[in-house]
């Protein structure tokens, strides 16, 4: 009868004669490989050279090879006159690379859960990959515009700070950290608040803001109203918090508020998300008057104005309105909006402008999914706050993508007259471009894709009523801009003809 090591060794070693690895190598790294797991414990005694042999239906040399080979890499030792024995070596990890299908299903990982769990379809990943040389977005920012080389420099110098490793260990918080009283001053000068940092909270983006506003206020089927065109990252958030979304128009003046009076009765509705600076994804504004009576009817009709701000900064024409929020003197506005957009993505931080006792329900939540935050993303920010440094960066940014958004429109005069129409956006990143003719987006897709365009199916809206684009032009240089309108005009001639 074998010996334990030698059916642990006879069960799970086997190998390929006509495979391009050495059968002592194969049989060499399937012991590793049991050792690694746990079959062979350190000190095992393994079997001589011609039992091994024998067992394993090998020549002799070769179960000597397999030794050999063990103890150049440190996994055994070899006593002369007294055995080969197993070792544990520190550290040690080897890629495994054996052969047999016995051990084929150790050196993989299962591809699916071996117990049910709930999935959501909510939640789907609309992110889109493509190799094409151009891409439109939805109005991303260009990082190229990022100074590296400065932020390199600050980067490290808050690194240095001997205040960093005490941040990072105190037991207790701070009443009110710096970093927050610098961004209530900040947003008070240009947002035209008058905050305390009891009413912010800073998160990482502006979708993780929602996520915790939502959960904050919303219960299974409570009623929020979006726009007949929104934002889907929000929809996809209120649809995983059980909301039910309801529709609502949206016409040159932004968000219908008399579409609200009409049709729906007090209590009956928890919230209405709005972006009232820049409706998304057409860009129109809501008016001075709408926003009044938006802000009547929910102390009326008692519900939440969630207001998304998300790119406030980027103003070009004439000065930007200031947001709801600031004439809230009823609390019933959450504003939600982003510092540092002209940043690198690593540097830009979302937040919460709300009532005190919002803000510290919201902070419970905080704690769960980011306690501690970025420390010297924050230190880094409120430097550039109290130096100016972060107007002067947004102005000079700001500049250039207006010199952009006058180019596309210059673009879309010479080659898109006969196609489309569209407004010259006074600020934000995007231009909503309405086809006429009718033409199949999809099919646009697809022959932009093949003159290395790629239209991600996000920017694309059509229906029986719409058919338009929300075209990004930010991270596109005039040369870029150029190039993306001759594709589109191409491939619209293409499917016209």
Known sequence: MNSPVNNVLESLIAFNKSANTSIYIQIAQQIINAIQRGYLPEGTALPGTRTLGELLSI???????VY???ASQGWVNIMPNKGTFVLMPENKTVAIKAVTQRLDTLKTY??????????SFNLASTQEFSGC????NDGKPDLRLHPTFQFAKWYSASMKRASLI???NQTQEESYTTFSKQLCNYLNATRGFHIKPNNILSTRSTEMSLYIVSQLLIQQKDVVLVGNL????????????????????????????????????KNSIRCVYVCAHRQYPTTVALTAARRLKLLTLATAYNFAIIEDDFDYDFQF????????????????????????QSFFPSFQIGFIVAPENIINEAKNYLQILDKQGDLIQKQILTELIVEGEIHRLIKKNITIYKQRRDYLCSCLTKYFKDYATWQAPVGGLAVWLNFKPRVSLVKLAKKTKARDLFLPKTILYQNKDICAMRLGYGHLNEDEIENVIKILKCSIDEILL
């Open 230 to 265: 929104s934002h889907y990252k929000s929809n996809m958030i209120f649809q995983q918090a059980g909301a039910n979304i309801k529709t609502i128009p949206v016409d040159v003046d932004g968000l219908d508020v008399d579409f609200i009076e009409k049709n729906f009765k």
């Open 133 to 136: 040389k151009h891409v439109i």
């Open 317 to 340: 024409d004439g000065s930007a309105m200031v947001p709801m929020a600031s004439a809230d003197a009823k609390g019933v506005v959450i504003y939600l909006g982003r510092l540092g």
């Open 68 to 70: 050999d080979e063990l």
């Open 59 to 65: 020549n002799r040399n070769t179960a000597v090879a």
């Open 110 to 119: 299962p591809n699916t859960a071996g117990f049910p769990f709930q999935s």
């Open 166 to 168: 005490s941040k990072w």
